[in-house]
């Protein structure tokens, strides 16, 4: 197959024009599609995102269409937000960075669409902050469209992450554009409602709005004829790990994990047996071979305890102990844990030094026990998705690949 199934919607300009001119996006038929929002009444707008069925492609799933329609029903509020979540910090992730240095033009249009549609004239984006070559892009581009007149009354800004993996947390990204440490809010209220600064407010994902110009530009019913039903349009993966080609695609939403990792990455380096694949960076689930055939759909990742998450898809040979490969993923959420809530704080924590004890041979079935109790515990009453999804790696690898833990114990 090749490449040949790969279909970009939000790549479709990248690569083929200079990323920084509006000059080149509208010669490409860039804004016309924000031309097109604006001749609509603004529900009008959020009722063609709803029909297209499009989900938050930052990792939730969250029926983006829904989450415009509650905010833009507010009347009474003086201002509103538009706020792009393009905090991108996983490991092995960059689909938001290409779409930033690539094609920040097409980030721009549908944020603008999302600020018709709802009722906003101010947006920001919250850009990682170890991405300057992002910032610069962004920046260039939005002074460009600004100077020729093409935002309207859409003031757009770019922010600076804080150098924090919470931050990617819509509520701790708030904070932390407020100005305050970035820790997540307890919800409700939710940001739709009481925001930034307390104002109405979205936050989508940069490839959520990266694909807004083109359901605009071609209609609710084509977006939604693409890929699976229930998660239609394409989605933007980056491969890494032990995979010959260690590249990105954009493929519709019913192409396979192992279609993606097999076809176009190639397959396993030095002619190595596949073992593990992990899909949504450090909290994603890592499944072995046999589940390789599942539709790249948010609804069926699911059913096996996976997540798409940020698209990365970090792949693993036989020579990989999972032991290994999760002690340094857990590590990593102890660092980057906020410390705010209990169960983050106190669980990222054991489970490090679980997985320590287990990887030098100290460890007894009790103690596996003792940690999947608390990695349960985690997902249930941590404050935000971090600690919720921190035990995964842990949970789907005890899960799948038992032996490499009882061989340690």
């Known amino acids: 197959m090749g490449f040949n199934k790969e279909k970009r919607i939000v790549l479709r300009h990248y690569g083929l024009v200079n990323p920084t001119s509006t000059e080149d996006y509208v010669n490409k038929g860039g804004y016309d599609a924000l031309k097109k929002a604006k001749a609509m009444q603004p529900m009008d707008v959020v009722e063609e995102v709803k029909k297209s069925n499009i989900r938050g492609r930052g990792g939730a799933g969250f029926p983006t269409g829904l989450k415009w329609s509650f905010t833009a029903k507010i009347t009474d509020a003086d201002q509103k937000y538009v706020v792009c979540n393009a905090d991108e910090g996983e490991p092995g992730t960059y689909k938001d960075r290409l779409v930033m240095e690539g094609v920040p033009h097409q980030l721009i249009e549908g944020m603008a669409i999302a600020g018709h549609a709802i009722g906003a004239t101010k947006g920001y984006i919250y850009c990682r902050g170890e991405y300057p070559n992002s910032q610069k892009a962004l920046r260039q581009a939005i002074a460009d469209a600004k100077a020729k007149g093409i935002l309207g009354d859409f003031d ?11 931050c990617g947390e819509e509520t701790a990204l708030i904070e932390s554009i407020e100005g305050h440490r970035g820790e997540p809010r307890y919800k409700p209220p939710y940001p739709g409602v009481a925001g930034l600064w307390g104002k109405p407010t979205i936050v989508n994902n940069v490839e959520t709005y990266a694909n807004i110009p083109a359901i605009i530009e071609n209609g609710a019913d084509w977006f939604a004829g693409i890929g699976a039903g229930n998660y239609p349009g394409t989605k933007v993966f980056t491969l890494s790990g032990d995979v010959v080609n260690k590249t990105f695609v954009e493929v519709p939403t019913d192409v396979t994990l192992r279609e993606i990792i097999f076809d176009f990455g190639g397959g396993i380096v030095d002619g190595k047996r596949f073992k593990a694949v992990q899909v949504g960076g450090n909290s994603g689930g890592i499944i072995p071979e046999e589940l390789l055939d599942t539709p790249i759909d948010f609804d069926a990742m699911s059913n096996i305890g996976m997540t798409l998450g ?35 704080r106190e669980g990222t924590f054991r489970l490090f030094k679980g997985m320590c004890k287990i990887a030098n041979g100290e460890a007894n079935a009790n103690d596996l026990a003792t940690m999947e109790t608390l990695a349960r515990v985690m997902n249930k009453t941590a404050l935000c998705g971090l600690g919720q999804a921190a035990p995964t790696p842990f949970q789907t690898t005890v899960r799948y690949f038992a032996a490499d833990y009882q061989k340690r114990l």
Do not use: I, N, Q
């Not at 757009?156 to 919470?166: T, W």
């Not at 999972?322 to 857990?330: A, R, T």
């Open 310 to 344: 940020t698209g990365a898809v970090f792949v693993m040979d036989e020579t990989r102990d999972m032991v290994d490969v999760v002690k340094c993923m857990m590590k990593f959420f102890e660092h980057e844990s906020c410390g705010k809530c209990t169960p983050c």
């Open 156 to 166: 757009l800004e770019v922010r600076s992450g804080a150098f924090a993996y919470v």
